[in-house]
């Protein structure tokens, strides 16, 4: 079965330096990764996926995510933070020995807060 | 604004009442998810619809009963809940049930339980 970790409950960096959101994952076949985005009282938003070839990945408001299969990782990554990206950040896998179904797991999120 | 409509925002009962919680979504997604979320951890997968059709119910207790009447509703409907069942409900949906589809989601019902 696959599994992802966040391993950081928590990211705090300063506005304008560059931020990472750390994941790692497992999986019995190919992984099909994807990151979220969580703002308070609302739902998830959709950043970004990764499902085969390059493996830097680039999504929704400057967010970039590096799919590393050595390490097992898929870091989210943003050159220069801003205060607005201040929210919940949710990693998450299929596996492709899933691909009757619908299980997507996700990982324990990472609150990210951007200070002025 | 998000593409998945969810009605009520909140939502206040209790624990012998019978309410329904619904979810709209007009993209033509084939694939609707309900997801409970308790406040600070990852949504958890409930039910899966596929072609209306229930394709994933994750042990879920009975007091929750899910609908599907076309491809554009999803309802959840709730009898005789517990307060621990107060939470986030979160629909969500996507072109199909293949690997490599994100899921759309909605900004969720917000339960308590009395």
């Known amino acids: 079965a696959q599994s992802v970790a966040q391993p950081e409950d928590q990211v705090n960096v300063a506005e304008g330096n560059p931020l990472t959101v750390k994941c790692t994952y497992s999986v019995s076949g190919n992984p099909y990764l994807f990151w979220y985005v969580q703002y308070p009282n609302r739902g998830l938003q959709f950043l970004l996926k990764y499902i085969t070839g390059d493996n830097l990945v680039k999504g929704s408001y400057g967010f970039e995510a590096e799919f590393n299969k050595s390490q097992t990782s898929f870091h989210l990554k943003k050159p220069s933070a801003l205060v607005s990206d201040s929210a919940l950040y949710f990693c998450a896998v299929r596996d492709q020995t899933t691909i009757n179904n619908n299980d997507m797991r996700f990982g324990a999120g990472t609150r990210l807060t951007v200070k002025p | 604004d998000t593409e998945v409509t969810q009605t009520p925002k909140h939502l206040v009962m209790g624990m012998t009442n019978k309410k329904s919680l619904k979810c709209e979504q007009h993209?033509?997604?084939?694939?609707m998810y309900w997801y409970k979320q308790k406040a600070k951890k990852p949504p958890e997968l409930m039910f899966v619809y596929s072609y209306e059709k229930l394709s994933i119910n994750e042990s879920v207790p009975s007091r929750f009963s899910p609908e599907c009447p076309n491809s554009s509703l999803l309802n959840l409907h709730l009898h005789a809940l517990q307060p621990e069942d107060s939470a986030l409900y979160l629909c969500?949906?996507?072109?199909?049930?293949?690997?490599?589809?994100?899921?759309?989601f909605g900004d969720g019902t917000r339960l308590s339980i009395l």
């Open positions: 969500a949906s996507s072109h199909g049930q293949g690997v490599n589809q994100p899921q759309h």
């Open positions: 993209m033509g997604h084939r694939a």
